[in-house]
């Protein structure tokens, strides 16, 4: 018979960090739900396709780096950040576009910064955005929304394989199509065009996308009643974005710039309030900065889409935003009980 | 002729903006001059002052002097990694390994310890100790005062009896501290087989 | 009536898990056989002992005296012999033992004289200050801070809120609930000699609203007095001292400040239930109420325990379940501390020892890598960012560490508890703490050693400069001594500096080493030197000559050569005398004293030669004269010499050593023999006795029982024997 000798506390709270990243699996299923729904098949064969390469890839880098395989696996961060990056792929992409996206964001953005906790950015995003800036054409292809017209249809499972492993569809022509930011951008200022374009006029912003990002807000609204997250940055990030668009939209020009509801319902509004803006490695950390850092989410997602070079910035922004965190964390610090103000800043050297 | 008057104001510009932004960092520079420690004062207060000499300088004040003026900062084998690493910190330079021709890191601190009975009274250790740590007088058996010893090594050289040996600092539960977890994979904690359970 | 009560920050709650025991009535502790009093039993210095082994002491009688302001005195809990004042295992995690005074109990408890004071008023507060920190009386919740430091109050603070702190917030532990049910009355008895103490506006008690039992109590014990029984949400850790006057006053205590700082007072219950029966009763702090409970305790509930006593008669008397049971922890699951040894004994701080089992308490999961969640800083009390504390200590970062506050931590364990990548953080704070700590204590003593060092310095350097002095004005009396006979071809050098150190460094080390025969010694000493540098003094101007191309060549060098004939056969008879002096006690000592410390003296008189002559060599390769050849010989020869009865003395020590080995060995072989002798015995009279019942009950093998009594006869007569054989060699 032996004791145990350990530090106090003896009791612990159930869960670890697994089940944390289960419990953000399972908030995205409604989204995956809607967009397949919306554009056929391919989100779920990139969500397969990116699962399984970051799982290859992080078991290794883990054999490189010496590390026990299974006790990282178990994690779930490799699937997760798969899974953030398929979401945010188009899924008419060629599976290649999700393999090199999914490697890069294991190996070179998380793995080479010092694995899970250590690195600075957001693993799906810089994968992201390294495809967004290599192979443009490729990340800017979107399906048309199925029903968008009479007779816009998904995808089958089929077409929808031919499309990721060949990348044409037989007996289908013409398959691209834009997105609801990217034919306001095209459009702004064109009222004519605004008004009647069906791509713009769901029925509360941009058809389709518009129940893309309800999926995602209910998934997130998950998160927060299950405590995964907390509710600062999502609000933060989605209250700079409403009151942005709305003076913007209200007191300034409406034809040139969209809708609150627009803005909130379109593109990635959503995917990255609630599931990429709060991963929490790259995030601030106190509850004041986290305030601080989801509005600057919001703001740049809001500045880009408005007055920069691409239609939507969720992954811009929040890379931004990451390396503004740690400098926002040493100007939130709580304030210590007994102390009468917070600390700023490191450390003077004495 | 044409190229002089066309950039005559762009010349004219910089220089006055060299002067302006010149004389604001001259006054800088006397106005928020930062009143430290003179440098050998600074690192001497890093070196933990046991004045044993092995650096190869007579004490450790020396040595600092000898840093100020250049010389490598891995030659203080009692302040071992932890001294380095707070000196290259101050010298804003690379942190290297303790080298190992001056001696090797001691796991423990040391103290001297005379073996009373076999002391001769010699002296010898009283006049090498440089803390004044050890007591004792001609023909007398010869102490060392535990609380002053640095552990610096020098009396044990000049005993002709070798009758003083370097022992560990005994842990006391004030001096004790907590370890260090063991890190990501491992479990915390230990198991420790029950004694005294009738 | 309501009060406003104020929130914490963070917090959480972990499940309860009080209704084990909190059911059962307090049962008394059966009386331990021994009790083992720890000098050191709460923060502060230890007590002094003040009674001997064999002294019979009286329960409640003081055995150890407080040695400061912030140290108490222990009582002996029980009557009885003192048996030991020795190490003894304690509670502590670094597991080292420590002083611990041991009572064999007589079992009569028989009480010291009591002085009860219940008129407390009609006495100076002093007076009862004085009383409760003789009882040795110590905050009996957390870290035992002495109470009399806290109830003695300077005259210059007023107080605003007396506190009693009965929140009792971690799980599992009940000792303070049962005490309120059952001796409400007791309790608040004891708080209102506190209040009398420390006179303030208004007095509070603060209860979790998860102890409505206690609640009920407290209120009707307090009826008609002007005290506020005060119910607070339950959450952990209200309790803690600063969150409680916090929660209940809205008053923070500054960082590294103490509550009455901010005129507030806060007591434990256990501890106004102690002042009670110090003052009205006269009785010491020397039992306490204490929770034993966990599933691997059959009979969970609250104890009345003797202080001293052992961790594992409490265990064994509440029907511990020993094979369930996988980790023991004094005090709370948030806040205990693991015990390494059951034989530890109960202290002042003792509210709870847990016995869980592992299905209770699972053994925690393999620290996976911080992801920043923050759920650390959610459940932080004092609004920390235990997450950045963290990194900052794996890193070794500790200044960092400290300016995040890490000294403000109260380590209450709620980070660790719902950390999701299970990380010991508490187990990294204390390490950082510790080692910030250590590193103060360090440069504290490197400036000690700084001023040590330089004193002696300057000291040396004094001494120098006063030697330097002498000796100018020694050369000038000798040059005015020398001009006056006018008899010097030679110019007067001010100091012969090369020939100096030799005369000044060999009647240092001769006159340590032969104290005999000073005068003869010293003069032949002085004749060698003064030769010695007349003789370098003319080689210097046989140089300077040469150097010149002077006429005067020759007479220099013939001068030179006498001066050296004459200096070495100065310095040959001042040796020969010195080893003569030497010699004479040698040859003395040998036959008195034992033969190791003549070779111990030898050994040192030879090292000290071979050092002599090494320095000497050292000098004459510095000034490039003198026979250097030889002198290397000479050094090499008394080297070997040193290290050879160096290497004697090593082995005569050796050979003592196994000489007293070899006695105590020859001294096993008798207690073996008598060993044998008395085992035989036993053996003999135990098949006597089978052999007895044998024939009176007429049943069983008689001849075979017969047989083993003559073989055991027999062994027993060889034994005998044989020891006999050996007592007389």
Request: net charge neutral; charged share 20%; with cysteine.
């Amino acid at each position: 018979m032996a004791l145990l000798n350990v530090t106090s506390p003896h009791l612990h709270k159930p869960g670890n960090t697994g089940a944390f990243m289960r419990q953000v699996i399972y908030a995205t299923v409604p989204g995956i739900a809607v967009l397949t729904h919306f554009f056929g098949w391919g989100t779920l064969i990139n969500t397969v396709l990116a699962v399984l390469t970051a799982l290859a890839c992080e078991a290794a880098i883990l054999k490189i780096r010496q590390k026990p395989i299974a006790f990282y696996l178990n994690d779930y961060s490799a699937v997760v950040t798969a899974l953030l990056l398929a979401l945010a792929i188009p899924p008419s992409s060629p599976w290649w576009l999700t393999v090199v996206g999914t490697s890069f964001a294991i190996v070179v953005a998380k793995h080479l910064y010092g694995g899970l906790g250590m690195n600075p950015f957001n693993p799906a995003m810089i994968g992201y955005v390294l495809l967004l800036i290599s192979f443009p054409k490729e990340m800017t292809t979107w399906l048309p929304a199925s029903g968008v017209t009479a007779s816009t249809e998904a995808l089958n499972l089929l077409q929808s394989l031919q499309l990721v492993f060949t990348g044409q569809i037989s007996g289908v022509d013409a398959f691209s199509g834009a997105t609801p930011l990217d034919t306001f951008r095209t459009y702004a200022g064109q009222p004519e065009v605004l008004d009647t374009n069906a791509v713009l006029h769901g029925l509360m912003a941009g058809y389709g996308w518009e129940w893309v990002n309800v999926a995602f807000l209910l998934g997130g609204i998950y998160l927060i009643w299950r405590r995964i997250i907390t509710w600062h940055i999502p609000v933060a990030m989605l209250a700079a974005i409403f009151f942005l668009s709305g003076f913007f939209n209200t007191a300034v020009d409406a034809d040139n710039y969209g809708s609150i509801l627009f803005h909130l319902l379109s593109g990635g509004t959503m995917l990255g309030a609630f599931f990429i803006a709060t991963d929490p490695v790259t995030a601030a950390t106190s509850a004041k900065g986290k305030l601080v850092y989801g509005a600057g989410i919001g703001i740049l997602v809001y500045v880009i889409r408005s007055w920069g070079g691409y239609p939507d910035a969720v992954a811009f922004s929040v890379l931004l935003m990451n390396l503004a965190a740690p400098t926002i964390d040493y100007y939130t610090q709580p304030r210590t009980y007994g102390h009468s103000k917070p600390n700023k800043g490191l450390a003077k050297r004495s | 002729m044409d190229v002089l008057t066309n950039n005559l104001g762009a010349v004219t510009a910089l220089v006055a903006m060299a002067l302006v932004f010149g004389a604001l960092l001259g006054f800088a520079a006397v106005k928020f001059k930062v009143e430290g420690n003179p440098i050998v004062e600074q690192i001497d207060a890093l070196l933990p002052q046991t004045q044993c000499g092995q650096c190869g300088h007579p004490g450790c004040r020396p040595y600092a002097e000898g840093m100020a003026a250049g010389e490598e900062i891995n030659k203080c084998v009692p302040g071992g990694e932890d001294t380095i690493r707070a000196l290259a910190d101050l010298l804003g330079r690379e942190f290297v390994p303790l080298d190992e021709e001056y001696g090797q890191e001691k796991e423990h601190k040391m103290v001297a310890y005379i073996r009373e009975d076999e002391c001769i009274g010699c002296t010898k250790c009283i006049q090498a100790c440089p803390m004044d740590a050890i007591l004792g007088a001609a023909k007398q058996m010869h102490t060392v005062i535990v609380d002053e010893c640095t552990g610096c090594d020098l009396c044990v050289e000049p005993c002709p009896v070798s009758c003083i040996d370097m022992v560990p600092v005994k842990v006391t539960p004030q001096s004790w501290i907590w370890q260090p977890p063991q890190g990501i994979g491992a479990r915390p904690g230990n198991l420790i087989p029950v004694r005294n359970l009738a | 009536m309501s009060r406003r009560i104020w929130d914490i920050p963070g917090g959480i709650h972990p499940p309860e898990n009080k209704a084990q025991s909190a059911g059962v009535s307090i049962r008394q502790a059966t009386l331990p056989e021994r009790v083992y009093i720890p000098l050191q039993q709460h923060i502060g210095a230890p007590a002094k002992p003040i009674v001997n082994v064999g002294d019979r002491v009286l329960k409640g009688q003081k055995i150890g005296e407080a040695t400061g302001f912030v140290s108490l005195p222990v009582h002996a809990s029980t009557s009885g012999v003192v048996e030991a004042i020795g190490l003894h295992p304690v509670q502590h995690p670094s597991q080292i033992d420590s002083v611990c005074i041991t009572i064999k109990s007589d079992g009569e408890e028989r009480w010291i004289e009591r002085h009860p004071i219940p008129d407390y008023r009609a006495h100076s507060k002093k007076e009862i200050l004085d009383r409760i920190r003789d009882a040795g009386i110590a905050g009996m919740g957390g870290a035992g801070f002495p109470s009399v430091v806290k109830l003695g109050v300077k005259s210059d603070t007023k107080i605003e809120q007396l506190i009693l702190n009965a929140v009792e917030c971690e799980p599992y532990i009940t000792a303070d609930d049962r005490l309120m049910q059952e001796r409400a009355d007791q309790i608040v008895a004891g708080l209102e000699i506190m209040a009398w103490l420390v006179e303030p506006k208004e007095i509070l008690i603060g209860i979790e609203d998860n102890k409505p039992h206690a609640i009920n109590a407290m209120r009707k014990a307090c009826e008609g007095k002007p005290i506020d029984v005060v119910v607070v949400p339950t959450k952990y850790p209200s309790g803690g001292e600063k969150q409680l006057i916090h929660l209940l006053t809205g008053k923070e205590v500054r960082s590294g400040g103490l509550p009455a700082d901010v005129g507030v007072v806060c007591q434990n219950t256990g501890t106004a239930y102690a002042v009670k029966r110090a003052v009205l009763d006269g009785e010491p702090l020397i039992s306490r109420i204490t929770t034993l409970t966990g599933d691997a305790v059959t009979h969970k509930g609250n104890y009345e325990v003797l202080l001293g006593t052992p961790v594992a008669d409490l265990l064994l008397q509440a029907g511990l379940q020993r094979d369930r049971m996988h980790r023991l922890v004094m005090g709370g699951p948030m806040m205990g501390f693991s015990i390494h040894d059951p034989s530890v004994p109960v202290v002042k701080t003792t509210n709870c020892l847990l016995a869980p089992t592992e299905k209770e308490f699972p053994d925690p999961a393999p620290e996976q890598p911080c992801i920043r969640c923050g759920s650390c800083a959610n459940a932080c009390p004092v609004n920390l960012l235990p997450q950045q504390l963290y990194w900052f200590a794996k890193a070794k970062e500790f200044d960092k560490a400290a300016h995040f506050n890490l000294f403000d931590c109260i380590e209450c364990g709620a980070c660790a508890y719902v950390c999701p990548s299970s990380i010991p953080l508490v187990q990294y704070y204390r390490f950082a703490k510790g080692s910030i700590r250590t590193a103060e204590q360090e440069a504290r003593k490197s400036d000690h050693a700084r001023t040590r060092f330089e004193a002696r310095k300057a000291r040396h350097e004094k001494e120098e400069q006063e030697k330097e002095l002498k000796r100018q004005e020694r050369a000038k009396a000798a040059a005015a001594k020398q001009a006056t006979k006018k008899e010097a071809p030679v110019k007067p050098a001010p100091v012969a500096a090369d020939a100096a150190p030799t005369a000044v460094a060999m009647p240092a080390t001769s006159a340590t080493d032969t104290a005999g025969e000073p005068d003869e010694l010293t003069k032949l000493q002085t004749a060698a030197a003064s030769t010695m540098k007349r003789y370098k003094d003319a080689q210097k101007a046989l140089e300077t000559a040469e150097k010149a191309g002077s006429d005067h060549i020759d007479a220099l060098r013939k001068k030179v050569e006498q001066l050296k004939a004459k200096a070495d056969a100065a310095k040959d008879a001042f040796i020969a005398a010195k080893n003569a002096a030497k010699a004479e006690p040698e040859a003395h000592k040998p036959a008195h004293d034992d033969p190791l410390a003549a070779l111990k003296q030898a050994s040192a008189d030879d090292f000290n030669a071979y050092k002599a002559a090494e320095e000497a060599l050292q000098q004459a390769e510095a000034s490039g004269s003198g026979d250097l050849e030889s002198l290397r010989t000479q050094v090499a020869q008394l080297k070997a010499k040193s290290d050879a009865s160096k290497a004697a003395m090593k082995e005569a020590r050796a050979k003592e050593k196994e000489e007293i080995q070899a006695r105590n060995a020859a001294a096993d072989p008798v207690k073996q023999a008598k060993m044998e002798v008395a085992k035989t015995q036993v053996l003999l009279k135990k098949a006597r006795k089978a052999l007895e019942a044998a024939q009176a009950s007429g049943e069983g093998d008689i001849a075979a029982l017969t047989q083993a009594v003559q073989d055991a006869e027999a062994a027993n007569t060889q034994a005998e024997a044989h020891l006999k054989q050996l007592e007389g060699a």
